[in-house]
T-cell receptor
Framework: AQSVSQHNHHVILSEAASLELGCNYSYGGTVNLFWYVQYPGQHLQLLLKYFSGDPLVKGIKGFEAEFIKSKFSFNLRKPSVQWSDTAEYFCAVTEGSWGKFQFGAGTQVVVTP | DAGVIQSPRHEVTEMGQEVTLRCKPISGHNSLFWYRQTMMRGLELLIYFNNNVPIDDSGMPEDRFSAKMPNASFSTLKIQPSEPRDSAVYFC????????????FGPGTRLTVL
């Protein structure tokens, strides 16, 4: 069965620090990859997605993610975080176009002023 | 577009009562998802509809939970009877053409069962 692993459950960092959140999946075939963000008290919103093409994906709010097929990874990065980036971040993976869709457990990120 | 609409936004009920959560997906979207989010279990997919037909209900916890989608613009998630452990935030999401595409989430219904 496919699984999605987010290695960090909680991350605390200061403003202007760089952020990298790990995401690994176990499915070996074609995948579609997503990062969602959930700000406190709000619903999930899409940050970025990868279907095909350039493995370095740019998203909203200065986020980017890199798909490394050989490592089954889709890590999220931001060079310089702001207090407003405090949120929970979810990685999600779909097997191909119609396969099972699965969220990771989420990573709670707290950015201190 | 108004986005995915859920009602009620908050529901407080007593154990044993029936609870019905409602969702209106984005117009034109043909896939609808119900999720449950708790601190302990995180975000769980309960059921997924495509073209109003339930495709995957393997996440539905037990027979007390049921979901329907009578038409393309409306879905319900019913819990009968409700139990305190059902307390959670329930999200509805919709997408265009299946699970592979971006899902748009509603604001959620915060359910508290006393």
């Amino acid at each position: 069965a496919q699984s999605v692993s987010q290695h960090n459950h909680h991350v605390i960092l200061s403003e202007a620090a760089s952020l990298e959140l790990g995401c690994n999946y176990s499915y070996g075939g074609t995948v579609n990859l997503f990062w969602y963000v959930q700000y406190p008290g709000q619903h999930l919103q899409l940050l970025l997605k990868y279907f095909s093409g350039d493995p370095l994906v740019k998203g909203i709010k200065g986020f980017e993610a890199e798909f490394i097929k050989s490592k089954f990874s889709f890590n999220l990065r931001k060079p310089s975080v702001q207090w407003s980036d405090t949120a929970e971040y979810f990685c999600a993976v779909t097997e191909g176009s119609w396969g099972k869709f699965q969220f990771g457990a989420g990573t709670q990120v707290v950015v201190t002023p | 577009d108004a986005g995915v609409i859920q009602s009620p936004r908050h529901e407080v009920t007593e154990m044993g009562q029936e609870v019905t959560l409602r969702c209106k997906p984005i117009s034109g979207h043909n896939s609808l998802f119900w999720y449950r989010q708790t601190m302990m279990r995180g975000l769980e997919l309960l059921i997924y509809f495509n073209n109003n037909v339930p495709i995957d209900d393997s996440g539905m916890p037990e027979d007390r939970f049921s979901a329907k989608m009578p038409n393309a613009s409306f879905s319900t998630l019913k819990i009968q009877p409700s139990e305190p452990r059902d307390s959670a935030v329930y999200f509805c999401a919709s997408s265009l053409r299946g699970r592979a595409n971006e899902q748009f989430f509603g604001p959620g219904t915060r359910l508290t069962v006393l």
